[in-house]
């Protein structure tokens, strides 16, 4: 059984998100969604709501599943879990350079462990969280980039922000 994790800070998901996990969840046995904690990230989403959401957006999937290890080292989760690939999604060539980065320095963490690179389509090739997140604190509309649940919590979220 081939097991791989996707570990990322989800805040929020995005349809490349859900994109790479389609995908991914074709060719391995088993994948992990991985919710995790970037210590240079601003959060909208605390890390229960990301955990939540995720669980919410792919609770149709029968191999993925949704987990929360927002301490660890993305090589440790996958050690734990009996995971032998990471997954990775890229947009552009940016992406690539940092990514593969981060490939090499798991590699020397894990030797065992393998970096797995999924190019998302051309109408997600733009998509970020970081994104999403600057166009709905300003009113956009941005209900097409990410799934139902998500454009839900935002409108939410976004609203309470204001109304505070």
């Known amino acids: 059984?081939?097991?791989?994790?996707?570990?990322?800070?989800?805040?929020?998901?995005?349809?490349?998100?859900?994109?790479?996990?389609?995908?991914?969840?074709k060719m391995f046995n088993?994948?992990?969604v991985v919710i995790m904690t970037n210590t240079s990230k601003k959060y909208l989403f605390d890390e229960d709501e990301r955990f939540k959401l995720a669980q919410d957006v792919f609770s149709d999937y029968e191999?993925?599943?949704?987990?929360?290890?927002?301490?660890?080292?993305?090589?440790?989760?996958?050690?734990?879990?009996?995971?032998?690939?990471?997954?990775?999604g890229l947009r552009n060539d940016a992406d690539f350079n940092y990514?593969?980065?981060?490939?090499?320095?798991?590699?020397?963490?894990a030797p065992n462990l393998n970096t797995v690179l999924l190019l998302t389509s051309p109408e997600n090739s733009f998509i970020s969280s970081s994104m999403i997140k600057e166009t709905a604190t300003f009113g956009g509309d941005v209900s097409h980039l990410v799934p139902r649940e998500v454009a839900q919590a935002l409108k939410i979220k976004m609203e309470s922000k204001y109304d505070a």
């Open 99 to 109: 990514e593969r980065e981060i490939a090499a320095i798991n590699k020397t963490l």
């Open 1 to 25: 059984m081939v097991k791989a994790i996707f570990p990322g800070s989800f805040d929020p998901i995005t349809n490349g998100h859900v994109e790479t996990i389609q995908t991914a969840s």
């Open 63 to 88: 191999n993925v599943e949704v987990i929360a290890r927002p301490t660890d080292l993305a090589v440790n989760v996958a050690k734990d879990l009996g995971a032998q690939i990471i997954v990775r």
């Open 30 to 32: 088993k994948v992990y």
